[in-house]
């Protein structure tokens, strides 16, 4: 039952993230992101993270994935009505086909061949760690005693960094401020 | 009820981070390419959690992966306003198309 748990939730995580990769609708990325992240989720409760799970989707789902939504949509070009008495017609999509599948090619390259290595060394490797016994048990208490005594320093800067990332991000995205002279003319 | 084996979760990972990093190099949507990035970062949080689970009792990979996230949420809060500002200027998010340091 586990198993075909585990089997089902790296199947959504491995679809979601090769939709991605394949697709070339900004949105439709986002949203197979989303699937994504609800495979991690889930794979997260099979490795005993209930915790971790759930701000997974709190974090994940309801904010990194609305603010990436926001930022397609608030970048979104319309597509420019096709000027048929153009001169120089084809002259950037033909550059950048060319430019495309050498990309591919080089990209899965370096992709392919990363996991071929990372893959056959997990198969050679033996860690004497996971043959171990593990048991199911909610991590919430561990989490949260943790969290105020060995992890109360990274715990204030992680709050620093929140704060200052807040302020940060206002700050760039807010719209140019106007000038008087410029205002006018 | 029987645990799964934790090499699946490597090996999981591991496919997660290459398509991550085969996200980075290939696509041209500067937001895509942050959307790759989160990929590869959920792909090192998911090998976290899976030797994490051996430590119950100081869940040190959890705490690591928890930070994580959190700073992959202000990454990517900032990058989103950086992305903005770039659209403002250019009218164009393709990284492609960003040749110029001046304009």
Known sequence: MVQVAFYAFSALTLVGALAVLLTRNVLYAAFFLLLTLFG???LFVLASADFLAIAQIMIYVGGVLVLVIFGIMLTHKPDLPIDINSQQPNRIASQNRVGVGAGWVIALLVAGSLFIALYTLLARANFILLSRP?????TMNTIGKQLMTEY????????????????????????PIKSSRNATS | MQPVDSHLF???G???????????????HAIVV??????????????????????????????????VMVVAAAESAIA??????????????????LNELNY
């Open chain 1, 40 to 42: 991690v989720a889930g």
């Open chain 1, 134 to 138: 593990v048991g199911w048990q909610s």
């Open chain 1, 152 to 175: 109360v320093v990274p715990f204030e800067i992680a709050g620093i960094l929140l704060l200052a990332a807040l302020v940060g991000a206002t700050y760039l995205a807010a719209p």
């Open chain 2, 10 to 12: 490597l090996v999981v």
């Open chain 2, 14 to 28: 591991a496919a997660l981070f290459s398509i991550g990093l085969a996200v980075v190099l290939l696509k041209r």
């Open chain 2, 34 to 67: 942050l959307m790759g990035i989160e990929l590869m970062l959920n792909a090192v949080n998911i090998n976290l959690v899976a030797f994490s689970q051996y430590d119950p009792d100081r869940l040190q990979g959890q705490m690591l992966s928890l930070f």
């Open chain 2, 80 to 97: 989103l306003a950086i992305v903005l500002q770039v659209y403002r200027h250019f009218r164009t998010a393709q990284l492609d198309e």
